[in-house]
């Protein structure tokens, strides 16, 4: 993939709107992204219902902005232990993601909605559930990506057991390097091929000032294993300001050193 064909995209949750503005606007005013990934549950609205989604999309396609994919799917209170629950949420998800034609649905998984992968008990019905829900994503053309809170090598143990093409994994090297000291960085190739969507992030400072993650090496690691998906940004803004020129130096900074690398 060239320096062109990267594309970014910005997570809406962590994007700050100017009074009147929809989040497609701030996006469509920052230079090199063309993507925003969407909450599906955001501040008590669930945009998987066809009337609220189509608002969205709306908006959306009125600033030729894409939604790569979906996030935020669990309600307050709802785990994927809660099987009658969490196989609607699933299957609202992908409703969602077909709507907006995303083809990924993030689906977080941090403690203590998170198998144990030390107690059968605690993973074996995760695993059956997600093959269960695997059909129906395979049917609509999207994939499950788990963002946990295991280590790389406990995700990928989850990640076989399940063996479904389209369960994958969702990457965050800063939630990877806060749960797991040390691992953000090997766990890329760890997981490998498996990653189908990664967040960048420094909480509220350019990935080019001192961060837990060393993401020149982790840069570097995607581009080994072969990594061709979404760049999607995670950082947090003080004002719609600050979300539009510190994305353009964080995308400046990507691209600068995937150049050294070539």
């Known amino acids: 993939m060239s320096l062109g064909e990267i594309r970014f995209a910005h997570r809406q949750a962590h ?13 469509a005013l920052i230079p090199g992204i063309s993507g925003v990934q969407l909450q599906m549950n955001w501040r008590g609205e669930n945009r998987s219902h066809p009337e ?3 608002v969205y999309k709306q908006q959306a396609d009125r600033n030729g902005m894409l939604v790569p994919s979906i996030a935020g799917i669990w309600r307050p209170g ?11 949420t699933l299957t ?7 709507f907006f034609g995303a083809t990924v649905i993030l689906v977080a998984l941090f403690a203590p909605n998170c198998p144990d992968m030390s107690d059968e008990r605690s993973f074996v019905p995760v695993v059956n559930m997600l093959q269960n829900a695997a059909q129906r994503a395979t049917d609509a053309g999207v994939t499950f990506a788990l963002e946990t809170s295991l280590t790389p090598a406990d995700e990928l143990k989850l990640l076989r057991l399940i063996d479904r093409p389209t369960v994958q994994s969702y990457y965050d090297p800063k939630n990877v390097e806060g749960y797991h000291p040390g691992q953000a960085v090997s766990g890329i190739e760890t997981l490998g091929s498996h990653i189908v969507e990664f967040h ?6 350019l990935l080019q000032d001192v961060s837990p993650v060393d ?11 072969g990594y061709d998906g979404w760049y999607v940004f995670e950082t947090e803004h003080a004002s719609a300001e600050r979300c539009i020129e510190d994305t353009r130096t964080n995308i400046a900074f990507v691209k600068g050193w995937l150049a050294k690398m070539r």
């Not at 994007?15 to 996006?27: C, D, R, S, W, Y």
């Not at 960048?200 to 400072?205: G, M, T």
């Not at 993401?215 to 294993?225: E, G």
Request: aromatic share 8%; net charge negative; proline share 6%.
């Open 15 to 27: 994007m700050v709107t100017a009074p009147g503005q929809n989040t497609f606007e701030l996006a």
């Open 200 to 205: 960048l992030k420094n909480e509220d400072r």
């Open 52 to 54: 609220v989604a189509r």
């Open 78 to 88: 709802e785990t994927i232990f809660d099987r009658p629950i969490a196989e609607i």
């Open 215 to 225: 993401w020149p090496a982790a840069l570097s690691a995607f581009q080994r294993i």
């Open 92 to 98: 609202n998800s992908i409703r969602m993601a077909e």
